[in-house]
């Protein structure tokens, strides 16, 4: 063992460091470096494996599952770039952090940025790096969960896109899973935004309808006559602008599933014709004369209360009845926020896929005030709010300067851009983003540091910005008699 080695023991056994166990594996050319790493790592109780070459770490990875990787940038055979390109190829979820002597930083910014999780400078910082490595290893075994508790679902039920391990969620699943197999009607209640067609859509997915059409429509969002139309159909002439004939939903989703979303927002009388509907599986062409049979399952939704709305006079009581049969209540997101990291990290892959960008986490910065806000708006709310970061987005991860300010205690007030008929989505984001970093500018007296503080972002981040957006900087005591 190398002097440094027994130097570092020596040093530790004196500690009271927390231990965590993990395996690690170390890939380096330097054997003294190696033994320091391996020496300090098992002290706290990890297993730890070596290797001197690129080619043996490759070797040591394909014979069994590590943690974490501690990769060299510099080996003797192979470029530590190259197998950190070829370990996440194989593996996404692999963490690797990157050894890197003085000379190298920029190299190992650019290795995080092609998805490294950290890299380590040498000399190294013990506290620093084993920190460091316990986030590695604790953000590397939650996508270990996450993967497996997919994987789990996928093979119990059909749950495309739903997002969730919560005691609500996991209660809602086995709902689903024991009600798809029948053809009774479903009502499903819950607040805007937490994902009533996604549970309608699962719950046909999981049924012996599955390869039969499931068809949504938003009964809130029509009058009544295009609504009744929509649902029943109409022949010819049946209304003026009636110059053909056409099939209705009910006809669409014959041997499926026809999803009635906003239930509690249509009339009377057409909530007299779906109540007939309900009952004998039978219904007329508006200005038809032929009875239509139709083997239909209906599920309807609601954010609003139904029983209320039957006391009041405004709901029939007799269709409350036919659909509540069988009643799933969603949680709001409130109420499950454990699954607020797992939609996190379902909706940033989704928008950096969608609009091309490589944005790998939302930092602990930024996940701490999506975790503690109250979301009204529920799922899609979240939804709508990690969308707007990405766009925004100019690096490799998400912090709170890109969360709306109301989550994050900002007092900034969103400006309001000129009309521009011309100007696209991401022009209309940009010449926000540039009107607020300004604006704070100014307050500050074009003191970027002071700035960067209020935005609770670091000064490299706003600088990068204010590059991006092309944000001239005035020197302070010039402008408006400043002194």
């Not at 495309?160 to 024991?178: N, R, T, W, Y």
């Not at 300010?405 to 008929?421: A, N």
């Not at 607020?436 to 500018?441: C, E, P």
Request: glycine content about 6%; hydrophobic content about 40%; charged content about 30%.
């Amino acid at each position: 063992m190398s002097e440094a080695a027994v130097i570092t023991r020596n040093k530790l056994n004196d500690s009271d460091s927390p231990t965590m166990t993990g395996s690690i594996l170390i890939i380096d050319d330097e054997a003294e470096i190696r033994e320091s790493l391996e020496t300090l790592l098992e002290l706290e109780g990890y297993s730890v494996e070596t290797a001197g070459t690129g080619q043996q770490g490759l070797y040591r990875i394909g014979q069994r599952t590590f943690d974490l990787i501690l990769l060299d940038l510099a080996l003797p055979d192979r470029n530590g770039m190259d197998i950190l390109a070829e370990l996440r190829s194989q593996d996404p979820n692999l963490s690797v952090m990157m050894i890197t002597a003085y000379g190298t930083v920029e190299n190992a910014v650019k290795a995080i940025q092609s998805g490294a999780v950290n890299f380590v400078q040498k000399p190294w910082d013990n506290e620093k790096l084993l920190a460091d490595v316990r986030a590695a290893i604790a953000r590397h075994r939650a996508e270990e969960e996450n993967v497996q508790l997919k994987r789990a679902l996928k093979q119990r039920y059909n749950f495309e896109h739903i997002v969730g391990k919560s005691e609500p969620m996991l209660k809602i699943f086995d709902l689903v899973a024991q009600v798809a197999p029948s053809r009774s009607t479903v009502l499903l209640q819950g607040e805007s935004g937490t994902g009533k067609e996604l549970i309608a859509k699962a719950i046909h997915l999981n049924s012996p309808r599955r390869d039969r059409p499931f068809v949504p429509v938003n009964t809130g969002s029509m009058p009544p006559d295009l609504l009744e139309s929509t649902l029943f159909g109409h022949v010819k002439g049946a209304f003026t602008s009636a110059i053909a004939s056409k099939k209705g939903l009910f006809e669409v989703a014959d041997k499926g599933t026809l999803f009635l979303d906003e239930i509690g927002s249509m009339t009377m009388d057409t909530q007299s014709k779906i109540l007939r509907v309900l009952q004998d599986r039978k219904f007329m062409h508006l200005g038809g004369i032929h009875e239509l049979q139709v083997d239909v399952r209906i599920i309807a939704a609601t954010n609003v209360d139904l029983r209320q709305l039957v006391r009041e006079g405004k709901f029939r009581e007799d269709l409350f009845y036919r659909l509540n049969v069988i009643s799933i209540d969603l949680p709001q997101l409130r109420q499950r926020k454990e699954d607020i990291p797992l939609l996190v990290e379902h909706f940033l892959r989704k928008y950096s896929l969608e609009n091309e960008r490589e944005i790998r986490r939302v930092t602990p910065e930024g996940l701490r005030p999506l975790v503690a806000y109250s979301w009204p708006g529920n799922v899609r709310e979240l939804e709508n709010v990690i969308e707007r970061a990405v766009v925004l987005s100019s690096g490799p991860e998400i912090g709170s300067d890109l969360l709306p300010d109301h989550m994050v205690g900002r007092g900034t007030t969103m400006p309001v851009m000129e009309h521009r008929p011309d100007a696209s989505l991401f022009d209309i984001l940009e010449d926000c983003e540039r009107r607020i970093i300004t604006d704070m500018l100014e307050k500050c007296n074009w003191n970027q540091t002071e700035a960067a503080e209020r935005f609770r972002v670091p000064l490299s981040t706003l600088n990068q910005k204010i590059k991006r957006l092309s944000i001239e900087i005035k020197k302070k005591g010039r402008e408006e008699g400043r002194l």
